[in-house]
C-alpha cells in the first residue's frame, strides 16, 4: 500500500531540515510578537464556501469532503472539510471565542497542513504545509507594513535573497465594482472567444481574468486597465502611505496589478512573494488586508490582514540556494558491551544516564562482536563510544573512543558520566 497521491511521509534528514527551518521562523514570529493558534484539521464546509467564496477554485474544485457520522446534531449526517486554507478557520474561531472583543491589536500565527485536491507537482501538493500570520484589530498601513515586513524576514533569516515582493491594491468595494465594469468592458469581445466555463467565469469574477494562465488572455492582460487608477481617494490614500512604511522599513518590493489573489475575502493591499528559483510554481507566500470577512462569520466587520507562507517551497528554495540545514540532535554516545557481564553493567547504566538527559544508544543484541557493534555506532553517529570487556569490567573502567578522531582512553567507570558531559558536542 501506498500514501496518497500528492501526500508524503516525512523521516530522516528531511524531517530533520524540516525541523530546523520550522525552529527559525518561530524565532522570527515570536520577535514579532506573534502567538501561535491552532484549529482543528475539519471543518464545517460553510467556513470555506462561506468565506472563500463558492465561485473560487478553492470551493469549487479542491476540497477534501468527509461524511461525519452523524453530523452536529447527530440525527442528518453533515457534510464536512478538510482545512484547505487557514485564514478563514482562523477568523472562525476569532469570533467563536470573541477574541476580536478583547481589543487592541491581535498578532496571531498558525503552523497547520492544509488540503486541496490540486495537480500534484514539484512544489504541489494535495497535503502541503503553512505558516500563517495574521493581524488584526489595526487598518492602520503601519499594520500592513509590518505584516508583509515580518514575511519578508522570515526568509531574510535564512539569507534568502532570491525572490521578490509584488504588491497591489484591490481597494475597498466601490473601487473594485468600478474596475470590474472597466475590465469587462476591456475584456469582453475577447472573452466571447473563450470556451464557456470560462466565460462563466469572467462574467461571475471579472477580476480573476488577470489572474489567468491563457496565453492570449495573459497578453492581453498586459494592457488592461489597472486597479490603482479605480481606486476611491480613501483606498489610494492607504495603498500611499502603506508603500512609504514598507520603504521606510526597507523592505523592497516591486508594483504588480496582475496580483487579485485566488480567494473572495480580500480588499485593499495584496501581495505575493515570488521566487524564479521555484520554476513553474512561483509563489512562496502571500497574503493581503481581509477587513470584510469576519461579515461573513455574522459579526460586524473588524480590520485584519494576514499571509500564508508554503513550507515545501520555502524549502525548495533554501535548498537550491545551499541554504537548508538540518537541527538533527545525534546520541552523545553509543555503548558497546562485550559479554553478559558488561552487557548488564551498560544497560544499568543506559536507563540511568538517558533519565538525566545524557542521550545512550545502544543495541541490545548480547553476544556481537567489537566490529559489528562499532558500526552501529557509527551507524547512530555517536560522538563517543564506551566499550567495556571482560579486563575492564574486572577493574571497573571503560573505554572512551571519540568516534571522530579515533583517539582512545581507559578511564574508571565512575568517571563517564562527566567525561560524556566534559566532551559532549555543544
Ligand atoms: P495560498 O493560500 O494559495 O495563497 O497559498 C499560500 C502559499 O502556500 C503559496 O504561496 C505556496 O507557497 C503555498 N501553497 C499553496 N498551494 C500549495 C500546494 N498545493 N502545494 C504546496 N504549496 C502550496
Known amino acids: 500500500m501506498k500514501s496518497v497521491r500528492g501526500m508524503h511521509d516525512q523521516w530522516g534528514t528531511a524531517l530533520h531540515q524540516w525541523r530546523w527551518v520550522e525552529a527559525q521562523i518561530y524565532r522570527v514570529l515570536e520577535t514579532f510578537g506573534y502567538e501561535e493558534i491552532r484549529t482543528p484539521v475539519l471543518e464545517h464546509m460553510e467556513v470555506f464556501s462561506k468565506a472563500v467564496g463558492e465561485d473560487t477554485e478553492i470551493v469549487e474544485k479542491q476540497m477534501y469532503q468527509v461524511q461525519d457520522r452523524g453530523g452536529s446534531s447527530e440525527s442528518t449526517p453533515e457534510i464536512l472539510v478538510l482545512r484547505p486554507e487557514g485564514t478563514a478557520a482562523f477568523i472562525r474561531a476569532v469570533v467563536e471565542h470573541g477574541i476580536h472583543l478583547q481589543g487592541g491589536v491581535g498578532r496571531y500565527f498558525y503552523n497547520l497542513p492544509m488540503f486541496r485536491y ?11 504545509h503553512q505558516f500563517g500570520a495574521e493581524l488584526i484589530l489595526s487598518a492602520a498601513p503601519e499594520a500592513d507594513a509590518e505584516c508583509i515586513s515580518l514575511l519578508d524576514q522570515i526568509y531574510k533569516a535564512f539569507g534568502l535573497k532570491e525572490y521578490s515582493i509584488r504588491l497591489n491594491s484591490l481597494g475597498n468595494t466601490a473601487s ?6 472597466a475590465l469587462v468592458s476591456y475584456f469582453g469581445p475577447h472573452v466571447a472567444q473563450l470556451d464557456e466555463v470560462a466565460q462563466k467565469k469572467f462574467h461571475r469574477t ?15 492582460a498586459k494592457n488592461a486597465p489597472r486597479i490603482v487608477d479605480y481606486l476611491e481617494p480613501k483606498s489610494l490614500e492607504h495603498y500611499e502611505a502603506v508603500k512609504s512604511c514598507l520603504k521606510t522599513s526597507g523592505v523592497d518590493f516591486v508594483e504588480d496589478p496582475t496580483i487579485v489573489r485566488g480567494l473572495d475575502y ?3 493591499t495584496t501581495f505575493e512573494f515570488t521566487s524564479e528559483l521555484l520554476g513553474a510554481q512561483s509563489a512562496l507566500g502571500g497574503g493581503g488586508r481581509y477587513d470584510g470577512l469576519s461579515e461573513r462569520f455574522g459579526v460586524a466587520s473588524f480590520p485584519a490582514i494576514g499571509w500564508a507562507l508554503g513550507m515545501e517551497r520555502l524549502i525548495l528554495a533554501l535548498d537550491q540556494s545551499g541554504l537548508l540545514r538540518s537541527n538533527e540532535s545525534l546520541p552523545v554516545a553509543y555503548f558497546a558491551p562485550l559479554g ?12 540511568d544516564f538517558r533519565r538525566k538527559g545524557i542521550s545512550v544508544a545502544m543495541s541490545y543484541e548480547k553476544e556481537k562482536a567489537l566490529k559489528w557493534q562499532l558500526k552501529q555506532a557509527d551507524r547512530a553517529r555517536a560522538a563517543f563510544a564506551v566499550i567495556i570487556g571482560d579486563n575492564e569490567l574486572a577493574a571497573n573502567q571503560a573505554i572512551i573512543k571519540d568516534l571522530k578522531s579515533g583517539q582512545q582512553s581507559t578511564i574508571p567507570l565512575n568517571d563517564i558520566e562527566a567525561e560524556l558531559l566534559r566532551r559532549a558536542p555543544k
Do not use: H, N, W
Open 206 to 220: 471579472p477580476l480573476r481574468i488577470l489572474d489567468s494562465k491563457d496565453e492570449k488572455i495573459q497578453a492581453l
Open 176 to 181: 473594485r465594482e468600478a474596475f470590474k465594469t
Open 340 to 351: 553478559k557481564g558488561a552487557f548488564e553493567k551498560l544497560y544499568g547504566m543506559s536507563v
Open 118 to 128: 490540486e495537480r500534484p507537482q514539484k512544489g504541489r501538493l494535495r497535503q502541503f
Open 266 to 268: 480580500y480588499s485593499e
